[in-house]
């Protein structure tokens, strides 16, 4: 598991390879990922939007912007946990994800970053 904390927020990733997906005639790599969110700060604050770079080991790159997360903008007071569960498609069996979620502090009604980690997406005979 690949964990984070930026102001208070800890973000930490597992990640799955779940096998070959046709699309539009290509072959591609399907992989899951879970991300747990957990507000370790004293305030409540919510997750507004997402930011999301993604490679594979074929140079293609993808950039993934938009409001909340599975269409969800979850609220999270101290202490509290959110988990989703989201995946993407690859050209090759090797790739990584990195990026941030926008958030707001409810009580100093700022907006902030939280960067989630760089972490891999491999598919598990490449481990050796």
């Given amino acids: 598991m690949i964990e984070q904390i930026t102001k208070g927020i800890k973000i930490?990733?597992?990640?799955?390879?779940?096998?070959?997906?046709?699309?539009?005639?290509?072959?591609m790599y399907l992989f899951s990922y879970f991300i747990t969110i957990e507000n370790q700060g004293n305030d409540t604050v919510q997750l507004l939007s997402r930011k999301w770079e993604i490679f594979d080991?074929?140079?293609n790159k993808e950039?993934?912007?938009?409001?909340?997360?599975?269409?969800?903008?979850?609220?999270?007071?101290p202490n509290e946990k959110y988990t989703y569960r989201s995946n993407c498609l690859l050209h090759s069996s090797i790739g990584a994800m990195k990026g941030h979620f926008n958030m707001v502090n409810f009580t100093s009604k700022t907006t902030f970053k939280v960067m989630i980690p760089n972490f891999q997406l491999m598919m598990i005979g490449n481990l050796n």
Avoid: R, W
Wanted: hydrophobic share 40%; proline share 3%; glycine share 12%.
């Fill in 12 to 27: 930490s990733v597992l990640t799955n390879y779940e096998g070959m997906h046709s699309q539009n005639e290509n072959e």
């Fill in 57 to 59: 080991s074929m140079a």
């Fill in 63 to 77: 950039i993934v912007i938009g409001d909340g997360v599975i269409g969800q903008i979850p609220v999270l007071d």
